[in-house]
């Protein structure tokens, strides 16, 4: 077989991704993990507004960086499977997490946390160890987390904290 040849082989047994000219991806950059939030449940403690079901959406900042979800209009209970997710450093990351209730004027901040005069909850993610801190017990990757406001305007949600490396 002649080396031309050998080459083409080669060649065509790679995927097409590997063929992009101009396109490089550092090794650092390629084992960076994703922080991979799921929402799976948001139900509504009392009313989210005076007339109507709220309009609910989550709001994650990961690292410094706020990604939100789609809205839901008008239901006080849902199952949105949500997917919020960011490429981080590896090792300890920080979470800000909030339920929202859209509004014309002004988006409500749903009290989803049991402490008094906090609605957001506030956590860590260890992508190493897929430690999750910040609450009252400790979780892993993989586990539902699931918390619930007391004020008013106040929601359970239940969610998925993931690694993916």
Do not use: H, Y
């Not at 960086?65 to 300890?92: F, M, N, R």
């Not at 609450?135 to 305007?153: A, H, L």
């Amino acid at each position: 077989m002649s080396k031309f040849r050998a080459l083409a082989c080669a060649l065509a047994a790679l995927p097409l991704s590997a063929l992009v000219l101009g396109s490089t991806v550092t090794s650092a950059a390629a084992k960076d993990p994703e922080v991979i939030i799921k929402v799976t449940n948001v139900r509504a403690l009392d009313r989210a507004d005076e007339m109507s079901d709220g309009d609910f959406f989550a709001r994650v900042t990961i690292n410094g960086e706020k990604i939100e979800s789609p809205v839901v209009k008008q239901d006080g209970s849902i199952k949105p499977d949500w997917i919020l997710a960011k490429k981080v450093k590896a090792g300890v990351v920080k979470v800000d997490f909030q339920i929202i209730d859209k509004d014309l004027t002004d988006d409500d901040p749903v009290d989803v946390n049991r402490v008094d005069n906090k609605r957001n909850l506030e956590f860590t993610v260890n992508t190493k160890t897929c430690r999750i801190d910040g609450f009252s017990s400790r979780f892993k990757c993989g586990q539902k987390i699931t918390r619930g406001g007391k004020e008013k305007k106040a929601a359970e949600v239940t969610f998925i904290v993931m690694v993916k490396k």
